[in-house]
Every structure is written in C-alpha cells, then in structure tokens.
C-alpha cells in the first residue's frame, strides 16, 4: 500500500508542484534583496565606521589631547604625541594616528572621549590603494569630521538619553 | 627618647614619643590620605584629608598633627574616619576644575587619585566655581592656580627648605591665593622641587608641558651629571625621547630634592644640534663618513703625532661629565700610545698638588654630615650655585649650628651667617691663614715647628679668633671649600691652610669639584701626575699647560675648552693652530666645527653607561636610559675601539661594567692612600689680574647644560653667579 502511493505521488508530479508553491508564493512577495552600492541597508545610530575627529562650530577642533583613546585602545592602534599649541598654549595633538589594519572597530575609543571629538562613523565602506594610506593622519580625520559633521551630530542626538 | 604603644587598624606598634601617627602609620605600610602633609616639610594640618578616629575622642583628628599617646587605639578605615575624610573631599572638590583631560597632572594626582576612593560621583554644589588667574613664574613652571587645593607645601618648601621666600597665600577662605604677591619669576636654584610637592596639577614642568601622560613613561634610574654630588634621579623616557628628570630618593645625598640644572638639563640633548654621523673635515668641509674610516683616520694621526714628538705633542682632555669608564680608557690608551697629557682639569691653575694628596678629591666625610654640624666655615664656596643642594643642607645646620664664610665676592646664601669674611680675590689664602694663626694661638700645641714658622708674623684680629673658636667649640665643625678655592693660584696653599686648621680645631675639611666626575676622573688617572688608582706614571702636562703652550694634536671628549677652561681665549686659538683635532663629542654646533679635524658622535647624558663617583667617593654606576641617536655610540666603546686600531693590548672589555669592575679592583687593592704634605707650600704673591676672573656661570657648566631651552632663559642664566663684578675689589 504504501508502495502504491508512493508511485501515484511521484507519477503525478506531487511533490513538484509543493515545491513550485513555495517558488510561486515568493515570485510574489515583496523583494528584500539591496542593490548595493546604489542601495544600502539601513544603519543604527551606533554604527561604528571609519574615525572622524569633531570639530565645534566655530571651527575650533575638539580633541585636547587628553590621551584617553590611545590608553584605551585594546588594539594599540592609536599613536598621539601632544604639545602646547604655537599660538595660543592650549593643549592640542601635534600628531593623531589611527591605523586602520590594527583597529578592531571596538567603540572605545569613542566612549572614552571625555569631549566627544573622536566618533565613528557611518562610512564602512573604503579601500586603500598604497601602502601606507592605511594610517589616517589627522588631517584625514578633521577632514572625515568636516564631512560628516551633520550626520554625527544626528547620530549623538538620538543616542543621547541612553548615554 | 621613650616609646609608646599604640594601635593602629588592629596592628600593636611602638612609637617615639612626640611623632606624629601619620608617620608611626608610614613606618607601619598604613596608608592615611594626605596633601598637606609631606615628611620633609612642618605640619600645618591645613587640609584635613589625614582625618582618623582615634577611640574616646569625639572627633576624628587629622593624624599629621596629632602627636602619640600611650595605649592609643586609631582606626583609619572607621565609618567616622572615612565619613570625615569624605566630607573635606567633599569641600575639596567644591573649587577644583574637572579639568583632569587638559591637566599635566591627570594620571599622577593625588587629588585625583584619592576621589576615586572618597569623593562622590555626583557633586551638590551649584554655586558658581571660584576662578584665579594664572601666574607666570619663569620658563621651568607653569602654573594653574584655579587647580590649587591650598596644601601649602611650596609655600612650606621655599620658607623652610630653601630659605627664600618666593611663595606665599594672600587672602583668607575662598580668596585666599598662592602666588609671588608682586609680579616676579620664582628664582632659586631649587625651585622647580615644589613641582614634585604639588599634590595637584597647579604646579607643573614648563618644559614637558602637555608631552606625555604619566602612565606612558618608563622610568629608568640614573644619576645626575652637572655637580659632584651625584644625585639620584629617574629619567623618565616615552618612545625613545626623554620627557623629564624627576629626582630619586636618596637620604645621603639629596634626600627628596633635585636641582634645576639636573632637572632641566635634558633639554640639551634635543635642543642642541645633535651630531648623528662621525664627520671629517676635507678642505675646509665638513663630510660625513662611517665609523671606520673616521677611526682609522684618528689612529694613524695619533700614532704620527705621538711618534714624532715622543708623547709630547698630542694631549686629551676630559669633560666635565665624561664618565668614569671613559676616562680610563682615555687615559689606558694613551699612556700605552707613549703620552702622558691627559687632564680633565681646565679651570685649574694651580698643579703644585699633584702627586700629593688623596688619589680621588673631594670631601673626607659624608655629605649628610653637613645636617648637623655646629660650625661650618666656607671658603670661597658658592654653594647655591655650585652645589644647590648643599646650601640646603647648610642651612638645616643654621637652624642651631654657625655657618661663616671667607668668600671673595658678595656670595648669596639663603642661610645667617655667623661670621662673613670678604677679602680681596688675591688675599684669600692670606686671609685664612689669620684664621689659622688665630686657631694656633688658641691651641698652641697642635701644630707642627714648620707650620708655626710658616705662620710667623702673621697677624689676626677678633674677627678671625671667632671663626677659629666657633670651629673648635663646636662638636662637630666643617671647613668645605667650593669650586673657586681650586681654581685659584693657590689652590694647594688653601687646601694645606684648610687640612692644618682642621685638624688643630678637630674638623671634618673637604672641598667641592668643579664638575660631576672629578673624583671618578683623577681615580681614573686622567690627570697628568697619576695612572689609574693612583699609579705611578711619569709627569705628563697639565691642561693648563696644554692650553697655553699648545700641541700639535688634541682629543678632546666631551669637553669645550673654548667655553670651558679659564684661558678660553688662548685655548681657542692653539686648537685652531693645532696640525689635528679631534672631538668626541655629542654635538655638531657650538666653537668645535671650527677648530676641530674630525668629529665622533658620542652618546649623551642618560644615553651612555658609566659611574660616576661623587665628591664623598660613593661609586655609584647608571645603564643607558634611551638610545643614542644616528650613528653615535657611548664614548667608552669608541676609545676600546680606538685602542684596538692603535695596535694596544688588553682592550677587548664588552661591556662598561668590566672596565670599571678593573678599575675598581686597583683601586680596592690599594685603597684611598693620602700622601700628606710635608713642607707647607710657600705663600705666593698674587696678581689680582690672576684671580679675577669669571667663574662657570649656574648653566654653563657644560656642554649639555648650555643648550638646555628652558634653563638658559632663567634670569639665572644670564649673570655669571659669580662674575667679575661680583667680585669684590677693594
């Protein structure tokens, strides 16, 4: 007996046509695929891309060269040397380096950042052509800052009331 | 003194009647917070952090000015102690900036650390912070006063410590502030200690400003190198780089405290332009070639010059702070290459010691002496600006004991002195041999028949029966020359006038050298008269003489004998007419471009092994704290090296360490053999001409001092302690 339905079932092609339902009931469905680049997914405020250094408004860089990220750093990619600035004394970088292949994309350099100047960002997506761009210099990251400035600023808003 | 018994946390421990519990709790390994408080300075009990409860008292009491009692039972971690702790934490915090990011301090605060245990996360204070402008007190200190928690300590430090008062609080409560009062740079030669006393980051080091965070630095122990006290320091390095000397604590020589000059002195080792490459000068140029061809250069000159003038013509002189090790080898080297013209002594005039006296120099008793003594007599001593650190030693004896002087020249001193002398430059010796004459009169039957027939006819008046009468009531009495009694004409007619009065009054005597190592220096033999611990070695000439007569060949290590020596002038010019000079040395600017063949990096201060011994003969051996730069090396490896191409036997050492332990082997064997002087010198008369001239100025002892940025801005730097206008002419 059992023979007997097992030889009806594939004669009449049974257990195509379930599978074509399931092929049939996707055609239909709306399409999650992302055409990326051109389409990208959605990020969280918390996303942790490439570093930015923040700038104030007027103009003025945030970091003060306290030091903190370069301690925290599981990964020991930050490098800072610091001084007296020429013209006015305050305590600024002199240098800031993050290199890119030791950077873990942990986070905590930005948690430690009493002033809020080193972020990540949303940008995820790069590539280096030489060797040796993979240490972002200080001026690349003011420069990521500059950029990005109004979507860091959205992203920290949102965050704020879990900070 | 009796004992008491008390307990603090549950340990039974005796104590000295009188002391304090925090320092019974110190000795014991139990911790009490504290600002105000420091072991060296007097108790002023202002910031209360020290709170312990002691049982039957109501009230907890500040352990830094609460004295013991027998049968005390303290506890420091009750709830009493620690709500009281936390509640003057509490007001600490009320003014102090949160601005631990920006601040030199963050990472070494004690403040800092000590509200990670009794501070509150949240403060309850909404009143506006009180505000104090910044002072600007010189290039070594930056200031934050905002910061300031008002502990005091350097107020205390410049009122006890040093003896000047350049600090002090001007109003009360909330308005009270620390500063100068009147718009003025802090000064002394010590100042930059009450950066280490500042318990906050008010105070902080100008030249390392904002360079490193405390937890970045690597700490290599070292010793100091521009006086002969050799004090004990750490160096603290990041990357290679130093970024500040801070003093290591060494009771016997300079407690807790460092100088400004061993402080800052770094500095010169970026500052200065360094030499990277061993250099040779072709046609006027100067080109940069490899070690061999630098060295094989030097040995050939060397053997040419040696060999055609039998050891006359050719001469090395020694720095100031050349180590040990390589003034052995310097003068192995040479007295095996046939020469004996080897000589660290450029500011020396008078050679009529030599192959007298001790086989190292300096003092016969131990620095720490100098606390208690109850006479000290002082000839033409500088100590302030000499050996910073004694005069604070000085002065802890003024505090019961006399201090005297017979300086030529208007000294300054941060301590009373009982009895002040000031001769004519030239009249010095005459003028202490009255002292002398007084002493004989007082004790007539200590001295010898030809020391009384030296001081025949020589008359005293009140003045020096006092001096002598102070040193022979005094129990323990000092006479301690300074840098200036050796560079006089009769330098060797004061030391014998200094050794005779001590020992007719019974006092310790010594006298202070002109740069770290001059007991390393002449133990090692580089001086014409002795080899190496004092061996016999034929008479070579002296610096002087190979800077006034001149030399077809000079080496010169470490050492700018145009900045340097007393005859800097005629010294400059016999280097220019000099057939070959070479300097090992570790910088490329400065005279010795001009006058010198060829130049050899040497490593720096901190950047080479060695030993110096100090003024009391303490050896005391360091290790490289970072590496030298470019292609120099550690002038003991280029003098082995150089002895090899020499063609000289027994220089195959691998390391410094096995060419000091030879040294000090000999000098073991023999030991500190003084050769007493049996004749007394004759009593020259002295040109004024002679005697006047300027000494080494505070930062110009050498070559690394020189192009130290921040101490060369010092109004210190400036004037010559003692120059020539400061020396009384009468």
């Known amino acids: 007996m059992k023979q007997f339905k097992q030889f009806i079932n594939s004669f009449l092609l049974i257990e195509l046509l379930k599978g074509m339902k399931v092929t049939f009931a996707n055609m239909f469905r709306k399409k999650i695929t992302v055409q990326y680049p051109e389409e990208k997914t959605p990020q969280s405020p918390r996303f942790r891309g490439l570093h930015a250094l923040r700038t104030y408004p007027n103009g003025e860089e945030r970091c003060i060269a306290c030091k903190l990220c370069e301690a925290v750093c599981p990964a020991a990619a930050i490098t800072i040397e610091a001084g007296p600035r020429e013209d006015d004394g305050t305590r600024r970088t002199t240098k800031y380096e993050i290199d890119l292949f030791k950077c873990i994309f942990c986070g905590f350099c930005e948690e430690s950042c009493p002033v809020d100047s080193i972020v990540e960002t949303r940008v995820f997506d790069y590539h280096f052509e030489e060797r040796g761009l993979h240490i972002m210099t200080k001026d690349m990251l003011l420069e990521m800052g500059r950029i990005h400035e109004d979507q860091i600023a959205a992203d920290r808003e949102a965050d704020a009331k879990y900070r | 003194m009796g004992k008491v018994h008390i307990e603090i946390d549950g340990q039974k421990l005796e104590a000295e009647v009188g002391s304090m519990i925090i320092e019974v709790a110190d000795k014991a390994d139990i911790y009490i917070p504290r600002f105000c408080y420091h072991k060296k300075l007097s108790v002023a009990a202002n910031c209360r952090m020290c709170m312990v409860d002691v049982a039957n008292l109501p009230k907890a009491v500040p352990a830094c000015a609460t004295p013991v009692a027998e049968g005390m039972v303290i506890d420091t971690r009750s709830q009493k102690a620690i709500n009281a702790q936390k509640a003057v934490m509490e007001f600490l915090l009320i003014n102090h900036p949160l601005d631990c990011p920006v601040c030199d301090q963050g990472g070494e605060c004690e403040l800092q650390d000590l509200s990670v245990g009794y501070g509150d996360d949240v403060s309850r204070f909404t009143e506006g912070k009180r505000v104090v402008k910044d002072k600007d007190i010189g290039p070594l200190i930056a200031t934050d006063m905002t910061r300031c928690i008002h502990c005091t300590r350097c107020v205390r430090f410049g009122q ?172 192995r080297m040479l007295r095996k290459a046939g020469s004996n013209n080897i000589d660290f002594r450029t500011r020396r005039r008078d050679y009529t010691g030599d192959g007298r006296g001790s086989v190292r120099s300096g003092m016969n008793f131990p620095m720490e002496n100098l606390d208690t003594m109850d006479a000290t007599l002082l000839i033409g001593a500088d100590l302030r600006h000499e050996q910073p650190l004694t005069a604070l030693r000085v002065r802890k004896s003024t505090g019961y004991g006399k201090a005297m002087a017979i300086n030529p020249f208007d000294g300054e001193y941060n301590f009373r002195l009982s009895n002040e002398l000031q001769p004519k430059s030239n009249m010095l010796a005459q003028e202490f041999a009255c002292v002398l004459a007084a002493a004989d009169a007082l004790r007539p039957e200590s001295l010898n028949a030809e020391a009384k027939e030296w001081l025949d006819g020589i008359e005293f008046n009140d003045e020096h029966k006092e001096i002598a009468q102070n040193l022979i009531d005094g129990e323990a009495s000092c006479i301690l020359m300074g840098v200036y009694v050796q560079e006089h004409p009769q330098a060797e007619t004061i030391n014998w006038l200094a050794e005779t009065l001590a020992s007719v009054t019974d006092s310790d005597w010594g006298y202070m050298t002109q740069g770290c190592n001059a007991a390393g220096n002449k133990i090692a033999g580089a001086v014409p008269c002795q080899s190496a611990a004092g061996g016999k070695s034929e008479q070579g000439k002296t610096a002087k003489e190979m800077l006034t007569e001149g030399l077809k060949g000079y080496m010169l290590v470490n050492c700018e004998p145009d900045v340097e020596s007393i005859w800097a002038e005629q010294a400059l010019q016999n280097l220019k007419d000099a057939e070959f000079v070479v300097a090992l040395t570790s910088f490329a600017d400065g005279r010795v471009p001009d006058y010198a063949n060829v130049m050899l990096p040497i490593a720096g201060c901190y950047e080479t092994s060695g030993t110096y011994i100090n003024v009391e003969g303490k050896w005391q051996s360091f290790a490289a704290a970072v590496k030298a730069p470019g292609e120099a090396r550690p002038g003991w490896k280029v003098l082995r090296v150089l002895a090899n191409l020499l063609d000289l036997s027994g220089f195959e050492y691998e390391s410094s360490l096995q060419v000091i332990n030879e040294l000090r082997e000999k000098f073991d064997a023999v030991g500190d053999v003084r050769v007493a002087r049996k004749v007394p010198p004759p009593m020259m008369v002295v040109n004024e001409q002679e005697t006047n001239r300027e000494c080494l100025g505070l930062y110009m002892v050498d070559p690394l001092v020189r192009r130290a940025g921040a101490l060369q801005k010092t109004p210190k730097a400036s004037t010559h302690p003692i120059s020539i206008s400061r020396v009384k002419t009468r």
């Open chain 2, 160 to 331: 006890e410590i040093v003896g000047i008062r350049e600090f002090g609080a001007t109003g009360r409560g909330e308005h009270m502030e620390i500063g100068t009062y009147i718009e003025e740079t802090v000064e002394s030669e010590v100042s930059a200690n009450i950066i280490d006393l500042c318990p906050v980051g008010a105070l902080t080091a100008k030249p390392s400003q904002f360079k490193a965070r405390a937890w970045e630095l690597r700490q290599a122990p070292s010793i100091a190198a521009h006086d002969c006290l050799g004090s004990n320091i750490f160096v603290h390095h990041r990357r290679g780089e130093i970024i500040r000397v801070v003093p290591r604590e060494n009771e016997s020589i300079n407690e807790v405290w460092l100088s400004d000059r061993d402080r800052f002195s770094y500095q010169g080792l970026t500052e200065g332009a360094r030499l990277l490459n061993p250099r040779i000068k072709r046609n006027g140029e100067w080109e940069d070639c490899d070690w061999q061809t630098a060295l094989n250069l030097v040995a050939s000159e060397m053997k040419r010059i040696i060999g055609a003038s039998n050891g006359n013509d050719f001469g090395i002189l020694m720095g100031n702070n050349a180590t040990t090790e390589e003034s052995y080898l310097a003068q």
